[in-house]
Structure formats: structure tokens, C-alpha cells
């Protein structure tokens, strides 16, 4: 079966918040999609190349003075339909997450207790930090773009990495716990 470059639906996404130049797109997923959705800088204009040849969006170049001109891209009626029809699809998979953690934990028998009880709480610290990023977000979302179309749609986005993210520190909790537990028997 061949497999959808869902990365193609992302920045038919972007384009339609706002974002019409390569730059602009990295920003809003440096801001926001990264924490859900990882796209490289190297693939940004090669996708947005590849919507222009497949007529899903135009690129427009714009003059700037004292600059070079820049590329801006914008949605095609048929890139809408695309990104709808996207969007409509049924779910078909739970995305497989790559966690470095989770692996090292799994072998964890050939290392000392203390040292996966260390790196268990550095990786909930980073969940706690992670957490602490999301709360700003969200007073960003709520007291700066409360107004945008798509404000709803983002912070119930938000929702879910503050949860997975706080189950996710209870879970390193619980695990330590157990370790610990372990050691006093």
C-alpha cells in the first residue's frame, strides 16, 4: 500500500492560515506544528515546488526594496478540494512513536536501577519543561489569536500534548516508584 506524504496536507494547511512564504511557514511550524508533527527546513520548498507542479497552489513573486524577491504561494481552488478531501479521509493507522526513553527503558535490564531511575527523571523534567512551553502557548492562543479561524482547532491541538505530556510525567512517576520499590525488597 503506498504510504500518504501527510506532510504535503501540512503546508496545504499552512497556507491557509496566513502563511504564504517558506519563511513564514517554518515559523508557524516551529511555533506550533512541531510539537506534533516534525517537517524539516529541507523539505518546506521542495513540497511547495511540487504543489506548484501539481497545480494545488501558485507562487507569486513579490518585490521588496533593497532585497531579492520573495515567493509567495497560495492555495489553488484544487489544493483546497485536495486538503478536504485529506481532512474527510477516515483515520487508518495510530502513528508508531519513535521514543528514545521508551527504548532504552526496554533493555534497561543491562544498566543499574540508578541510572534508569536517573534517566527517567531527566526525561520527566524535560516533559515538565515541554509542559511549561504549552501553558505559554496557550496564553498566547487565548490572549493574542483568540480571533483566528483556526484558534479553536489549535488549542484543542494544545489539549492533547498537555495531556499526553501530563500522563507521560505521572507514568515516569509511577515507573521510578516501581524501581525503587524494586531495591527495597
Not at 27 to 49: A, E, R
Not at 91 to 114: C, D, G, P, Y
Request: with cysteine; charged share 25%.
Amino acid at each position: 500500500m503506498k504510504q500518504t506524504n501527510n506532510t504535503k496536507f501540512a503546508i496545504l494547511g499552512l497556507l491557509t492560515t496566513g502563511c504564504h512564504t517558506g519563511y513564514a511557514i517554518k515559523q508557524m511550524i516551529d511555533q506550533s506544528l512541531n510539537h506534533f508533527w516534525k517537517i524539516s527546513y529541507g523539505q518546506i520548498y521542495p513540497t511547495l515546488k511540487q504543489l506548484v507542479a501539481d497545480g494545488l497552489a501558485t507562487v507569486q513573486d513579490t518585490s521588496q526594496e533593497g532585497k531579492p524577491d520573495k515567493k509567495e504561494y497560495f492555495l489553488t481552488e484544487k489544493g483546497e478540494m485536495e486538503l478536504r478531501t485529506w481532512l474527510q479521509a477516515p483515520i487508518n493507522a495510530i502513528a508508531t512513536e519513535k521514543n528514545e526513553v521508551l527504548l532504552k527503558l526496554f533493555f534497561s535490564r543491562h544498566q543499574s536501577n540508578q541510572s534508569t531511575i536517573i534517566q527517567l527523571e531527566q526525561y520527566r523534567q524535560k516533559l515538565h519543561e515541554h509542559y511549561h512551553t504549552y501553558d505559554a502557548i496557550e496564553k498566547m492562543i487565548t490572549t493574542e489569536l483568540f480571533n483566528k479561524e483556526d484558534a479553536a482547532f489549535w488549542l484543542f491541538t494544545l489539549d492533547y500534548g498537555k495531556r499526553t505530556t501530563a500522563a507521560a510525567m505521572e507514568w515516569c512517576a509511577d515507573t521510578v516508584q516501581q524501581i525503587q520499590n524494586w531495591e527495597e525488597e
